[in-house]
């Protein structure tokens, strides 16, 4: 599911990562189930998830043996080899796994990556309609399902609380997801939303709302087929009731909701690797306030470095540097979505957006989302455009700082001047608005800008995005290594732009 990391901690300039753990892990620890804190034994209502793969089991302790001597290893020149060796390692654990739920889907299997057989496509023809199940799926019987009605606002802050308190964690725990309420109403409404995607669990005696999964309608196009697809996001899962295979239950559920309107794909991404992402992909952050970025821990001073000089490193001038740039209007829509349209048409897989999407996807909200235009001061014309969304986080167990602000990068197209201008101009708008930080996906076009304008790799691993029920073509980033682009942040979330590749063809992964 829409895998995200919270602020991934960043090296200050010049240093190596501080965490070499390589866990792709997203959210907070399991909980033991020795808490006495209710249970749901038997979750799933899958019969097919039985407990095998030895080899397998082998496989991951060989990893994690692999992984704790590379950590035992002096943090030297060697440190980042060992690093991405460490990481590859994990990667590997992931893929030789057993995945007991995600093995019996209609998703890309790790066992397929090299057959040259398996083809591209749905993995199932569209289903028949008549022949989705009509009831919801099983829960243990002390909850109950509940569709979480987003236009109340009772509802919607019981979502906040279930979030902002469970929702991803670094893997550190450190930095944990804090999505506004505003914020969630904006990713959980667009043009043709259904409620009943918004899907909540609630223990039956006291109705807390305990468990989460959601999803929006989104046209994707997979080479040349546009497919009207589920964008799946928000998976949580209180605390307390992790590990017990209860989120197979919610996506199966989530599942047939969306089959229910005749909707047969999916795509998601996720901080953890499961069967089969088509790409991954790397956050880069931009630090905008140093100081209060080291003294949280999110970044480090590097050696040799004084704070003075770090802040004095990451200074942005005062005023943006592109003739006509403004904040986007309501007349800018055509003008935006005919760049977007474009740009977007490059990409072996893009979403599908019209002006309606883009109206509500990209004037500013305060404190959601930011989108600034470039107007031709001479003739007027709209020639480029870039935006960013808001996504704090909670600082945890910090006596000085609770909320670390951060912009997400989220749309940009540079036509009359180069991109890395405009995202300069970008960092000088969130400094203003007084972001700490500034995030960016290693994507599309992204990464030849990143090292120029001092974003640094997170160590908040890789991000992956998958889909279901669809065969999409080789996953460029398989072996590990980082893209250079496709897979884009659409409604602050999830995917999806493959970059056009000559050489990009089957089999998947
Ligand atoms: C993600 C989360 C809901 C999973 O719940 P859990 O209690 O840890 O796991 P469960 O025992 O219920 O289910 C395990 C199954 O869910 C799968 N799963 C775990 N995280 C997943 C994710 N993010 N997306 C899709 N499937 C996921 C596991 O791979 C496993 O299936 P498998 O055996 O086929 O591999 C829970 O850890 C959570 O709320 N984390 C914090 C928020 C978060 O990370 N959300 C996901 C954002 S991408």
Redesign the pocket.
Known sequence: ????KPAGKVPAAGVRQSNGSGSDR???S?VSSSTGEPTTAA?SSSTS?SISGENANNNIEQGRELTSQFGKLELSQLGKDVENLSKRAQKQMAVE???????TQPVGQFKDRNNQDVAEGSIEPSGDLASVRQEPYNLPSTYEWSTCDINDENTMKEIYTLLTN????DDDNMFRFDYSVEFLRWALKPPGYFSDWHIGVRAKGSKKLV?LITGVPAKIRVRDQVILMAEINF???HKK????????V??REVTRRVHLKDIWHAA?????V?PTPICTCQYWHRSLNPKKLIDVGFSRLAPRMTMSRTIKLYRLPEETSTPGFRPMERRDVPAVTHLLQNYLAQFQVAPVLTEEDIEYLLLPIMNVVNSYVVENPASHEITDFCSFYTLPSTIIGNDNYSLLKAAYSYYNVATSVPLLSLMSDALIMAKRHDYDVFNALDIMHNEPFLKDLKFGPGDAHKWELSTSAIRLGRNVAGDGESTSGFFLGIRHTTCLCHRAEPSFSPPFL
């Not at 599911?1 to 995200?4: E, L, Q, S, V």
């Not at 469970?166 to 964690?169: I, Q, W």
């Open positions: 599911m829409t895998g995200k997203g959210g907070g399991p979750a998830e796994k057993r995945h007991l739920f995600w093995e469970n929702y991803v964690e468990a998976l949580c899962v009731l992790r590990s017990k295979r209860l989120a197979p919610l996506i998601y991404t996720a901080g953890v499961i």
